[in-house]
């Protein structure tokens, strides 16, 4: 019997892929999140410049920001540094907080969901009314009261965004894990004398594995946008370190005269967060079963 | 009825009780001491010990807490440190500015958003459907500073159309209202959708054809009504998501709201109002979940209440 859950696993994959690569609007998401990858993990070799070098001729006569043009493709911010240099490597920023911070809440989400799922009764309600609790907070509040308390590092953010962020995963994980608990082979394991343990890691675990992946990949659209917002309210990623969000924080008081400034980092978190949404969306309709249908 | 509404009323209460101690604990954690902030750089160690005492800050936590809780049930949320007012008063007279933003902002999302998953699922599979859908995904993937910044630039500093920022007209309300409005519209475009696709492939819908209804009736008697309802039983879960937004949009439209207070407040440290916006909109999240659950069973008679 354990041996077959495994198999169908592996049997699922190649299905899947070919189930996604039909979608186009799936196969768009994946080439942003290479290419931010990409941008991301070579931006030395990429840039001429160095994300916090203020250029002398970097700034007009005036003082002002470049706009852009042919030596800073994307203009420069208001200390006269390479745009385009600093979004590449906030990029970095963007990708080490959305996988940290996510990863935490994925952990954290599942512990909960599929303990309160699986055992229920009094641990059970406990850990779920806790989920209710959190549910109830102004999570973008907490977060920014959170990163506000603690001197913000990249590793705090990242923290503060898991604790506010695991709430939905919890809930997912909690109603699958207690309808398969219902199920006969997890009665026929109990039977046989398995520990709860091994039925939560090796019986009931691999069946989430999907909607874990559907949840993990849909919350780093999530979590790089609340990066961002933390960050750019000042309370986030602390400058010089480039983030999408702290660039624009840095340079709105330019936003009139230097547009770019707010427009091209914008868009770079739009495009990351459209990425994963678009490739989370579309895992969900291959991958979860009590989803699907709903799109054809 | 009765019985579950009970249940669900009391439910909130310990949900509000449960946030109003997490949020307490955490601004007792906090390694900024607010008396050196009231009495100014140059106070003696007297002087600090006073107002100390005088806050009732020299308590142990758990009588503060109490204190606390005693005073909220009185519906006083205790004095701003800084601004030496009540900070219900200061609540007060900044709600209007929020709820009016409120009525502005599900107004805007549910016409752009019901438009769009309308006209999605009538021309499903088309290019205009492909459109929407990736319109909406677009909503949900922006910042709503980023959003709101843009709207500011393209709308009020090139066009000129709207005001830059503040508070008064229907001209102010627009810019603030549509960048909260971008992102709920995206979410209820794809619910809209998705609703209406599944009423028109029910059998009632083919009778209503079949006994030769013009194309218009049969969606504005029979698909429209039906697919709405649970759409808008969404709204009240909607305000969680709202409250979230409004602390960006009303700092960067300048709207005097709760949203903004709060984050002067953060900013300050002023812990009486962090405390008490993060219990109002505790509060809002609440009911509007309450409200979510009463209209899902007014839209849906086949659930049953337990």
């Given at each position: 019997?354990?041996?077959?859950?495994?198999?169908?696993?592996?049997?699922?994959?190649?299905?899947?892929?070919?189930?996604?690569?039909?979608?186009?609007?799936?196969?768009?998401?994946?080439?942003?999140?290479?290419?931010?990858?990409?941008?991301?993990?070579?931006?030395?070799?990429?840039?001429?410049?160095?994300?916090?070098?203020?250029?002398?001729?970097?700034?007009?006569?005036?003082?002002?920001?470049?706009?852009?043009?042919?030596?800073?493709?994307?203009?420069?911010?208001?200390?006269?540094?390479?745009?385009?240099?600093?979004?590449?490597?906030?990029?970095?920023?963007?990708?080490?907080?959305?996988?940290?911070?996510?990863?935490?809440?994925?952990?954290?989400?599942?512990?909960?969901?599929?303990?309160?799922?699986?055992?229920?009764?009094?641990?059970?309600?406990?850990?779920?009314?806790?989920?209710?609790?959190?549910?109830?907070?102004?999570?973008?509040?907490?977060?920014?009261?959170?990163?506000?308390?603690?001197?913000?590092?990249?590793?705090?953010?990242?923290?503060?965004?898991?604790?506010?962020?695991?709430?939905?995963?919890?809930?997912?994980?909690?109603?699958?894990?207690?309808?398969?608990?219902?199920?006969?082979?997890?009665?026929?394991?109990?039977?046989?004398?398995?520990?709860?343990?091994?039925?939560?890691?090796?019986?009931?675990?691999?069946?989430?594995?999907?909607?874990?992946?559907?949840?993990?990949?849909?919350?780093?659209?999530?979590?790089?946008?609340?990066?961002?917002?933390?960050?750019?309210?000042?309370?986030?990623?602390?400058?010089?370190?480039?983030?999408?969000?702290?660039?624009?924080?840095?340079?709105?008081?330019?936003?009139?005269?230097?547009?770019?400034?707010?427009?091209?980092?914008?868009?770079?978190?739009?495009?990351?967060?459209?990425?994963?949404?678009?490739?989370?969306?579309?895992?969900?309709?291959?991958?979860?079963?009590?989803?699907?249908?709903?799109?054809? | 009825?009765?019985?579950?509404?009970?249940?669900?009323?009391?439910?909130?209460?310990?949900?509000?009780?449960?946030?109003?101690?997490?949020?307490?604990?955490?601004?007792?954690?906090?390694?900024?001491?607010?008396?050196?902030?009231?009495?100014?750089?140059?106070?003696?160690?007297?002087?600090?010990?006073?107002?100390?005492?005088?806050?009732?800050?020299?308590?142990?936590?758990?009588?503060?807490?109490?204190?606390?809780?005693?005073?909220?049930?009185?519906?006083?949320?205790?004095?701003?440190?800084?601004?030496?007012?009540?900070?219900?008063?200061?609540?007060?007279?900044?709600?209007?500015?929020?709820?009016?933003?409120?009525?502005?902002a599900i107004s805007a999302e549910l016409v752009l958003g019901l438009?769009?998953?309308?006209?999605?699922?009538?021309?499903?599979?088309?290019?205009?459907?492909?459109?929407?859908?990736?319109?909406?995904?677009?909503?949900?993937?922006?910042?709503?500073?980023?959003?709101?910044?843009?709207?500011?630039?393209?709308?009020?500093?090139?066009?000129?159309?709207?005001?830059?920022?503040?508070?008064?007209?229907?001209?102010?309300?627009?810019?603030?209202a549509?960048?909260l409005g971008i992102l709920g519209s995206g979410w209820y475009?794809?619910?809209?959708?998705?609703?209406?696709?599944?009423?028109?492939?029910?059998?009632?819908?083919?009778?209503?054809?079949?006994?030769?209804?013009?194309?218009?009736?049969?969606?504005?008697?029979?698909?429209?009504?039906?697919?709405?309802?649970?759409?808008?039983?969404?709204?009240?879960?909607d305000?969680?998501?709202?409250?979230?937004?409004?602390?960006?949009?009303?700092?960067?439209?300048?709207?005097?709201?709760?949203?903004?207070?709060?984050?002067?407040?953060?900013?300050?440290?002023?812990?009486?109002?962090?405390?008490?916006?993060?219990?109002?909109?505790?509060?809002?999240?609440?009911?509007?979940?309450?409200?979510?659950?009463?209209?899902?069973?007014?839209?849906?008679?086949?659930?049953?209440?337990?």
């Open positions: 019997m354990t041996a077959i859950e495994p198999a169908t696993l592996r049997s699922a994959a190649p299905s899947v892929w070919t189930r996604l690569r039909r979608r186009k609007l799936a196969l768009i998401g994946l080439a942003l999140i290479v290419l931010t990858f990409f941008g991301a993990i070579f931006a030395p070799w990429l840039t001429p410049y160095e994300p916090n070098n203020q250029m002398f001729d970097g700034l007009t006569l005036q003082g002002a920001p470049m706009p852009p043009g042919a030596q800073f493709p994307l203009g420069t911010d208001l200390l006269g540094r390479d745009l385009l240099t600093r979004i590449l490597y906030g990029a970095r920023t963007s990708l080490i907080i959305g996988l940290v911070a996510n990863g935490v809440a994925l952990v954290i989400g599942t512990l909960i969901g599929i303990t309160a799922g699986y055992f229920r009764g009094f641990v059970g309600s406990v850990l779920m009314r806790l989920t209710d609790l959190m549910m109830a907070f102004p999570a973008l509040l907490l977060a920014i009261c959170l990163a506000a308390i603690f001197q913000p590092s990249l590793w705090i953010v990242a923290l503060v965004i898991a604790t506010v962020n695991w709430v939905q995963t919890a809930r997912v994980i909690y109603t699958e894990t207690s309808s398969l608990s219902q199920r006969e082979f997890i009665a026929a394991e109990k039977t046989l004398g398995a520990g709860h343990l091994r039925i939560l890691f090796r019986h009931i675990l691999p069946h989430l594995v999907p909607m874990i992946i559907v949840w993990g990949t849909l919350g780093i659209s999530t979590t790089v946008l609340l990066e961002a917002t933390l960050s750019y309210l000042g309370v986030g990623v602390q400058p010089p370190t480039p983030s999408w969000g702290n660039i624009i924080f840095e340079n709105q008081t330019y936003f009139q005269a230097a547009p770019w400034l707010v427009f091209f980092p914008g868009l770079a978190i739009v495009i990351l967060a459209l990425a994963f949404n678009l490739v989370g969306d579309a895992l969900r309709d291959v991958l979860d079963p009590t989803q699907r249908g709903q799109d054809q | 009825m009765i019985n579950f509404l009970g249940r669900r009323l009391l439910q909130s209460a310990l949900i509000l009780l449960g946030v109003s101690f997490i949020t307490f604990a955490l601004l007792y954690l906090l390694p900024s001491d607010p008396v050196r902030q009231i009495a100014g750089r140059s106070a003696t160690a007297q002087t600090v010990a006073n107002i100390r005492e005088q806050l009732g800050l020299d308590q142990p936590f758990i009588v503060q807490y109490w204190r606390y809780l005693m005073d909220l049930l009185h519906l006083d949320l205790g004095r701003s440190y800084l601004q030496k007012t009540e900070v219900s008063t200061l609540i007060a007279a900044r709600l209007p500015a929020t709820l009016l933003l409120m009525v502005g438009g769009m998953g309308i006209i999605a699922a009538l021309r499903r599979g088309t290019m205009t459907d492909n459109s929407l859908m990736i319109a909406s995904f677009i909503g949900v993937s922006a910042p709503q500073f980023v959003v709101g910044l843009l709207l500011l630039y393209v709308f009020a500093v090139q066009l000129g159309w709207f005001p830059i920022g503040g508070y008064g007209t229907f001209a102010h309300l627009v810019l603030p549509l960048t475009s794809r619910m809209m959708r998705s609703s209406m696709i599944d009423v028109l492939r029910q059998d009632f819908i083919r009778t209503a054809h079949a006994k030769g209804l013009s194309r218009a009736r049969v969606l504005l008697r029979h698909a429209l009504p039906n697919a709405i309802l649970p759409v808008i039983a969404m709204i009240g879960i305000i969680g998501i709202f409250m979230g937004g409004i602390v960006i949009v009303e700092s960067v439209f300048g709207w005097p709201g709760i949203g903004q207070l709060a984050w002067q407040a953060i900013q300050r440290v002023d812990i009486p109002i962090i405390m008490g916006v993060t219990l109002v909109s505790a509060c809002a999240i609440v009911l509007g979940n309450l409200v979510a659950d009463i209209a899902t069973l007014f839209a849906d008679p086949r659930i049953k209440v337990r």
